[in-house]
Each structure stands twice: as structure tokens, then as C-alpha cells.
């Protein structure tokens, strides 16, 4: 019974850790401009787009060229917030009581 409870409680813990690094990550953020710099994207940590801003030169691309633009900027934002999430959770692996 004893072990039960002492289980019960290293999930309370951990469930506090998560939500303790999901704040952290909520106020993270990425900043990311596309290849020709005709886009920037805002993210944060936990993968919520914040801004998008359009450069006034974008008249110079046609759509094909704007789509790989923006397609390129928002797959490295996803990618830098993926990799700043799985550092915070490495973070938090140390902290993991063992099963």
C-alpha cells in the first residue's frame, strides 16, 4: 500500500513538472525569418505562433516563391520550438524519480 502511495505521489510530481515547464515554454519565443527575408515568424516554446510579419519586398516574389518562403520559415520555427521543448523536458528527465 505503501509503494501505491509513494507512486501516486511521484505522479503528482510529475504532473507538477510538466505543467511547471508548459508555463516556461508558453513565455519562450522564437524568432525566425524566412531565406529572402520576406517573412518572420514569432512561436513559442510550446508551438503557438505569435506574429507573422510580411515584408514590404514581397512584391518582388511571385506565389510559387512566397509559398516556399513562408513554407520554409514556418517549418524552421516548428523545428527550433520542437528542439527548445524536448531541451526543457531533458531538464526535467534528470528530475524524474526512477520507476
Known amino acids: 500500500m505503501f509503494n501505491k502511495l509513494g507512486q501516486l505521489k511521484d505522479l503528482w510530481n510529475l504532473k507538477n513538472q510538466i505543467q511547471e515547464i508548459k508555463k516556461r515554454l508558453d513565455n519562450m519565443v522564437i524568432k525566425v525569418e524566412s531565406p529572402n527575408h520576406v517573412f ?45 521543448a524536448a531541451q526543457a523536458m531533458g531538464s526535467m528527465a534528470g528530475g524524474m524519480p526512477n520507476a
Open 40 to 84: 518572420e515568424v514569432t512561436i513559442s516554446g510550446s508551438q503557438e505562433v505569435k506574429e507573422v510579419k510580411v515584408n514590404e519586398n514581397m512584391q518582388s516574389f511571385n506565389q510559387e516563391q512566397l509559398g516556399e518562403e513562408l513554407k520554409s520559415v514556418i517549418n524552421k520555427a516548428v523545428r527550433d520550438s520542437q528542439a527548445l
